[in-house]
């Protein structure tokens, strides 16, 4: 009997001490939060910070001692995943998720195994810890009798509900609302709300601009690239990396390192499709959501529309895309297949015959591009640039990093237009090509490549911009302004530029969005770390753009 009383408390102890490491292992800055509020004297967030903490220490009680082992179960397998997410996160960005974050970053067709790799380290101290955590609350031991009481049920629920309300209340007000939270809730409180959160107004409103005549040239078309980094097309850097468009440099007007409208794929596709007036962002009642759509303007103006997805599965609700604007295209291409950088060649096929068609056509397109991990951007006999990182490799070693890199725009970029042009009619065609971001290559030490809310470089938005035409009178004017905008341009000069390819009246255009690529550029935009879409009335943080005529990394 006694020995059966030892046994138990020594269970006991241990299990407690292995949860209180667990916590103690993936939760930070809580300590740092508790100063913040003590310091500024915020005496009602600060009750909330530890009414939430003490709900969240209570259900992890009730988890770690009830008597009812399936719900214990999962209970656990909850936990855990959100643990292992929020502390994953964590160790790479350096910060706590938020819904902003969560809003600009989502993409599921990145949940893959090589992606998960590309972190690894990060990932098996993420596990590690939140193993330790589970251990702890596995651990069989004599049941507490007040979590005897059906009550009880209720307990872990209780910090789920609390955090995503917070986040719900203050979500306009602040990007901070999860620092220092329980990791063990903290998805299971976002998640919820980021489902029922939806920022995707369903109407958009019309096209209230005046023709005043006909488009400039039968094709234009809208490249835009995924992870392409304007430093490293060797139009503005010599890398090695774009020999084939460097020998063709007499059709492309260079507008040297330009800058994303944001660091995050989401926002800057939905700015480039959608248009926006940097001028008004954030204001209560603009919506860049709400916008007409290019595929609207473009079918006005007379052309047929196609839309040609090389990311993702489906066209469907990507890029805060709806079913009304993609209505509006008359042709939707998906192309997918297990070999990512086999897509590319293909949309250079497609766009070929495409361009071949009698009537004028507008593309947009959505490369595969060279997202992490770069790997599945080339095929295995085109890696020129060694040694480089392989297939579930973790991202610590730079130089080798980099030299995937390399490889990935070689063949994603050159390859494309090596395959591309020489097929196409460029008398009859204006090409602009663009990337949705840049990429941080561990420039800061910081693993995190794009989309990132704090400790954002400015190489993280650092992209291409180039236009290709060899209409006489086209080429001649943006050869000029790219000459005049070097090193000046951003994706916001972008849609303003298709409308007036489209035969939009300029100045209207510019009053209602922006200046177009053919204007002087005097006063160069910076980028947007984050969400534009005004989830909860949540302001842009404007990130400034500094001179990159010297840019060097």
Aim: proline share 5%; aromatic share 12%; glycine share 6%.
């Amino acid at each position: 009997m006694i020995n059966t009383k030892r046994a138990s408390k020594a269970r006991n102890t241990i299990k407690l001490i292995l949860l209180f490491a667990g916590l103690s292992l993936t939760n930070h800055s809580v300590v740092a939060q508790l100063d913040h509020f003590l310091e500024f004297e915020k005496y009602f967030p600060l009750t909330v910070f530890l009414g939430i903490w003490f709900s969240a220490l209570a259900a992890l009680l009730y988890v770690a001692f009830t008597p009812r082992r399936i719900e214990r179960v999962i209970w656990v397998l909850l936990i855990g995943v959100s643990t292992l997410l929020a502390e994953a996160y964590y160790l790479i960005t350096g910060d706590r998720i938020t819904i902003q974050a969560l809003d600009g970053m989502w993409d599921p067709s990145l949940i893959r195994l090589d992606m998960v790799g590309f972190y690894g380290t990060y990932f098996l101290q993420a596990s590690i810890s939140t193993l330790i955590l589970l251990i702890g609350l596995l651990i069989s031991s004599p049941t507490i009798k007040i979590f005897r009481l059906k009550i009880t049920m209720l307990t872990p629920v209780v910090p789920c509900l609390l955090l995503g309300g917070l986040v719900y209340y203050i979500g306009a007000s602040t990007a901070e609302e999860t620092r220092g939270m329980p990791s063990q809730f903290l998805y299971l409180g976002l998640f919820p709300i980021f489902a029922i959160s939806d920022p995707q107004p369903l109407e958009k409103s019309e096209v209230e601009l005046d023709i005043n005549a006909g488009p400039r040239v039968k094709n234009v078309v809208l490249i835009v690239d995924e992870s392409v980094s304007g430093d490293f097309v060797d139009l503005n850097r010599m890398r090695g990396t774009t020999p084939f468009l460097l020998s063709e440099a007499d059709i492309i007007a260079n507008f040297g390192l330009a800058i994303s409208a944001t660091n995050c794929s989401y926002s800057s596709n939905a700015i480039l499709r959608l248009g926006a007036d940097p001028r008004r962002i954030g204001e209560p009642e603009y919506s860049i959501l709400a916008h007409p759509s290019v595929w609207k303007y473009a079918r006005l103006a007379g052309f047929e529309t196609t839309f040609i997805e090389a990311q993702h599965i489906s066209a469907r609700r990507q890029y805060f895309m709806n079913d009304n604007e993609l209505a509006l295209v008359d042709n939707i291409l998906t192309i997918s297949d297990d070999n990512g950088y086999e897509r590319d060649v293909e949309v250079a096929n497609k766009l070929t015959g495409i361009l071949s068609r009698t009537g004028p056509q507008f593309v947009y397109i959505n490369k595969f591009g060279a997202h992490f991990p770069y790997h599945r951007s080339y095929p295995e006999n085109r890696e020129i640039f060694s040694p480089a990182m392989q297939a579930y490799e973790s991202i610590t070693d730079r130089p080798r990093l980099v030299n995937a890199y390399k490889n990935a725009v070689r063949w994603s970029v050159d390859e494309f237009f090596s395959s591309l042009l020489p097929g196409i009619d460029l008398s009859e065609t204006v090409l602009i090509y663009t990337s949705d971001h840049g990429q941080n290559l561990l420039d800061d030490g910081n693993p995190v490549t794009h989309c990132r809310r704090s400790q954002e470089t400015i190489a993280e938005a650092l992209i291409p911009l180039l236009v290709m035409t060899m209409d006489e009178n086209l080429n001649a004017a943006f050869s000029r302004a790219a000459v005049k905008n070097h090193n000046l341009a951003s994706h916001f000069e972008i849609f303003p530029t298709l409308l007036n390819l489209f035969g939009y009246d300029p100045k209207s255009v510019e009053k209602r969005y922006y200046q177009s690529l053919l204007e002087p550029i005097d006063e160069p935009l910076g980028f947007i770390s984050g969400p534009v879409t005004g989830r909860f009335g949540r302001q842009p943080d404007w990130q400034p753009r500094g001179t990159l005529d010297n840019f060097e990394r």
